[in-house]
């Protein structure tokens, strides 16, 4: 028996499932039996990946031949280690489901046909099966959220997304049609890529990152992501935010260096990343900050993380076109912790979006007083998730951006200063993102899940998917310095097989030296809790000695009701202000009045944050497709002789392209 067989079967296994929980909706079983079954199937796809990362991935099969048309197969390990960690939050979401308002039956159906879509992006070796795959995840995405919210809004948000995800789609066939189909492994295409001169690789170049972009949320498409994740359920934004958001990745990392020449190309593409990256991270990270729901903000940290993996992405391209093929995979390496880690904090968070609203009915970020209500699941598990997010220690999210850090201070090992300007602008743009998203998530969690609010605790189902996906999170950084090593096996990017083992200097995670930098997350694991001993103590002495003392709340020497609370808008109304330029903000006051005009009943304050590119961009497009629609439907004139002259034209005009052709 072939040493990778296992890791094949397990997958096939998860593909079996996920047909049948389809097959279970359409035939109106997509409820609980629906929901199971895509649940086993991810935890099959996920003994899978563990299994195949052990091995050494797994062999290429030809699934089916059809014309002429062979099938081919594969994961390789950096697609097993983006499986695996968004395997974990998959499979609570399929248990979960969603909200269920627009159907059961339909979201299973959405989830099952996303699902498969995805794991075919990351295995699937030819250009039009892998074409056909990219379009069941988007469709899939879109039928879950037209399950979760059956509704105009949730209509608009959902052709919204599927229409720059078309654009993007469009943009990948063009690129995987001039590099043609390719044989098993892509090779055929990664050899016309890399013998085709200067601008047309770039071209080829842009259009990857272009149909990659949009699932990525790089700017301009990330503002499709808060209306998306705002109408979803924390499931479908499980799903969106893991296995999904991977398989876009993956692409494009595989395209840009697997397939693409090297020198100048890789040089001009990288830096294209390096800013595309930086700045989709803290435009998104911006209007985070201030958003007041918990999907929404979860929404933009997506395309944040992305932007961050991006820059990885973008580091690596300018350290291989120098010939540095060690940095090159120690950044790619670091986009796939990066986003393995992302994988299980966003899930964990987004559980907790629909943990709050089973306990407060909405998805508000207000003072709920949650975590008191259930310290031991939300209280580790969305902490450790918020802390990850955040990039603090000692969980994987610190551990990434560390790593991330430390690749772009390896700039001086490039020739050159342009390279050395780009990669410090990027690394001052991470270090920006790492300083608005603390303060975004101690706003989450702090405003939403803290404070006097009254009522029961999530559902159990909500808080032991958050306890198991939070717990993953620090879990993570202990184990991966067994785990790095393991990465080594995988075929892309030349020196890969040395990076990996280099990254762990005994139990220290190192890049690629100990004598440059170094941590351990086990020795923090374990030193953190030692040092707040002393602090403990200090309170458990002036407690004792003194009593709890309570005060009442002081507000800059203003009286304050004693229920007065922090709201999500004035925890960031300070940056609102003060990055305006960006928000522009607008704010709504309107008066109910009672019989008379001199007596308000009440007082009604909004606020809202304009866009940068629907305004400039989108609306824009969206009126010209408006009006050349108004045009043409002069063609629907109800009779049959005009229909078939138009045939018969469309006809003369292919015959006459054929022949001069």
């Known amino acids: 028996m072939h040493a990778t067989e296992p890791v094949l079967s397990w997958i096939a296994v998860a593909t079996i499932l996920w047909i049948f929980a389809a097959l279970f909706a359409l035939v109106g079983l997509g409820g609980r039996a629906g929901r199971w079954t895509l649940a086993a199937g991810g935890v099959a796809c996920m003994i899978g990946a563990a299994t195949g990362l052990v091995q050494g991935g797994s062999a290429v099969v030809q699934l089916a031949t059809l014309g002429g048309f062979h099938v081919h197969f594969s994961l390789d390990e950096a697609a097993l280690w983006l499986i695996l960690w968004a395997a974990l939050p998959a499979s609570c979401a399929a248990a979960l489901g969603g909200s269920g308002r627009g159907g059961s039956d339909r979201w299973t159906f959405g989830a099952a046909l996303g699902l498969l879509g995805a794991l075919g992006v990351f295995g699937l070796r030819d250009g039009i099966a892998l074409l056909i795959a990219w379009e069941a995840m988007s469709l899939g995405g879109a039928l879950m959220l037209l399950a979760d919210g059956d509704d105009a809004e949730g209509g608009i948000a959902g052709l919204f997304m599927l229409a720059l995800l078309e654009v993007g789609a469009v ?227 610190f551990v990434s951006e560390w790593y991330l850090f430390q690749t772009i201070f390896h700039d001086f090992a490039l020739h050159g200063q342009g390279p050395r300007i780009a990669l410090a602008l990027a690394g001052a743009g991470v270090a920006l993102t790492a300083a608005l998203a603390l303060a975004t998530f101690v706003k989450l969690l702090g405003v939403g899940l803290l404070g006097r ?122 940056m609102r202000v003060f990055y305006g330029f960006v928000y522009r903000p607008t704010n709504d006051t309107r008066r109910d009045y009672a019989s008379q005009r001199y007596f308000v009943r009440a007082l009604r304050f909004g606020y809202t944050q304009s866009s940068i590119f629907t305004p400039l961009l989108f609306k824009p497009a969206v009126s010209l497709v408006e009006r050349a629609a108004h045009a043409f439907r002069r063609l629907q004139s109800g009779f049959l002789n005009d229909y078939i002259a138009i045939v018969g034209l469309l006809l003369l005009a292919v015959f006459a392209a054929v022949f001069f052709y």
């Open 171 to 397: 943009a990948l066939l063009l690129a995987l049609s001039a590099l043609g189909t390719g044989g098993p492994g892509f090779a055929a295409v990664a050899e016309r890529f890399q013998n085709i001169g200067f601008w047309p690789a770039m071209l080829l170049g842009l259009l990857f990152i272009v149909g990659t972009g949009a699932k990525l949320g790089l700017l301009p498409f990330y503002e499709w992501f808060p209306n998306v994740y705002g109408r979803a359920s924390g499931s479908s934004g499980a799903l969106l935010s893991g296995l999904f958001l991977n398989a876009a990745w993956f692409v494009l990392a595989r395209a840009l260096l697997d397939w693409a020449p090297g020198g100048a190309v890789a040089m001009t593409l990288g830096i294209v990343l390096l800013a595309l990256g930086a700045v989709s991270a803290i435009l998104a990270i911006l209007f985070a900050l201030q958003e007041s729901d918990w999907r929404r903000l979860l929404g933009y940290s997506t395309a944040e993380n992305a932007g961050l993996a991006v820059v990885a992405l973008g580091a690596a391209l300018v350290f291989r076109a120098q010939a540095q093929a060690q940095l090159a995979a120690l950044a790619f390496l670091v986009g796939l912790i990066h986003l393995g880690g992302h994988a299980l904090a966003k899930g964990t968070l987004l559980f907790t979006a629909d943990g709050v609203r089973s306990a407060a009915g909405s998805y508000a970020i207000e003072p709920s007083g949650l975590l008191r209500r259930a310290p031991l699941t939300l209280g580790l598990g969305a902490v450790f998730a918020g802390m990850s997010l955040a990039a603090m220690p000692p969980t994987i999210g």
């Open 453 to 574: 609010g009254e009522g029961a605790a999530p559902a159990a189902r909500y808080r032991l998917a958050v306890l198991i996906n939070g717990l993953s999170v620090p879990g993570l950084a202990v184990v991966l310095v067994w785990l790095l090593p393991l990465l080594a096996a995988n075929s892309w990017p030349e020196g890969i097989v040395h990076a990996a083992p280099a990254m762990v200097h005994g139990a220290l995670l190192v890049p690629l030296s100990a004598g440059f930098a170094f941590i351990s997350p086990a020795m923090l694991m374990l030193v953190g809790p030692l040092l707040s001993l002393p602090a403990l103590f200090a309170v458990w002495l002036a407690v004792g000695r003194r009593g709890l003392r309570r005060a009442p709340l002081w507000s800059g020497g203003l009286p304050v009701a004693p229920r007065t609370a922090t709201t999500s808008l004035a925890f960031s109304n300070a």
